[in-house]
């Protein structure tokens, strides 16, 4: 018998999936670094009786691109395990800086069009307290989400995926909120001297706010994790004979 994966079988579909998922990390990450600096007022579609959540929700452009990340890692976890997921998280860290190097050495080039410099600028030019925020956000609930899905798997085994999906995403997303809004409109602000602190009711209506539409999205994107692990194939799943030549 041979060991060959026939083309189109599970070893095909992994790799496949493998590229597919770290691009779509990498390009979610790289997207919510130039549009951090927008911000969203996203109106509900329905009323909350809550005291700090307004008629819409203020968020930063780069939420609804990081959402996908923390999709991306928990499929590349489930498929992949714990030390692919932790290395392609923590070089993702990494190459945060790149990103951020590469932007503000063109800002700092010569323009040839200075009035189109002045908007490119002011559009993407991350402000300090964005960046401290984001990047220590990022290190710390990344690192939680692989941690928390993979101590719950240990559990449940490759069962209850819906379990592990929201668990650790709902975890990772509270850190993750509490700690972009208050070290970047918060901390930085008073510590550094960047801004103006943001007073504190207005600072738990951004938390609440971006938490509920996170955890909205995890909860929508659950299926969607069951479709991409059903199409790919873990990779320590058993090999399906039909794959194999004779």
């Known amino acids: 018998m041979s060991n060959a994966v026939a083309p189109g079988g599970s070893t095909d579909r992994q790799a496949v999936g ?38 819409s929700i203020t968020l930063p452009g780069a939420a609804l691109a990081y959402a996908l990340t923390f999709f991306a890692s928990d499929c590349y976890s489930e498929l992949y395990g714990r030390r692919a997921a932790q290395l392609m998280v923590n070089v993702g860290f990494a190459l945060n800086f790149v990103v951020l190097l590469l932007v503000f050495s063109t800002l700092r080039a010569p323009a040839a069009n200075p009035e189109f ?79 103006s602190p943001l007073p504190t009711n207005v600072l738990l209506g951004l938390i609440a706010g971006q938490y509920l539409l996170k955890l909205l999205i995890a909860v929508v994107d659950t299926p969607v994790v069951y479709l991409v692990v059903r199409l790919v194939g873990r990779v320590d799943a058993k090999p399906n004979p039909a794959a194999f030549g004779n």
Not at 37 to 55: I, M, S, T
Not at 157 to 182: E, K
């Open 117 to 195: 410099a002045e908007t490119f600028q002011a559009a993407l030019a991350p402000s300090v307290n964005i960046v401290l925020g984001s990047l220590l956000a990022y290190l710390i609930s990344q690192n939680w989400d692989v941690i928390v899905f993979h101590k719950i798997r240990e559990l449940t085994g490759h069962g209850q995926l819906w379990l592990r999906n929201l668990a650790s995403t709902a975890s990772s997303q509270a850190i993750d909120t509490v700690i972009f809004v208050g070290v970047a409109f918060y901390l930085a602000p008073t510590l550094l001297g960047v801004g």
């Open 18 to 55: 493998q590229v597919a998922l770290l691009g779509l990390f990498v390009t979610a990450l790289v997207t919510a670094q130039v549009t951090a600096a927008k911000l969203l007022a996203l109106p509900l579609p329905f009323g909350l009786e809550l005291p700090v959540v307004e008629a």
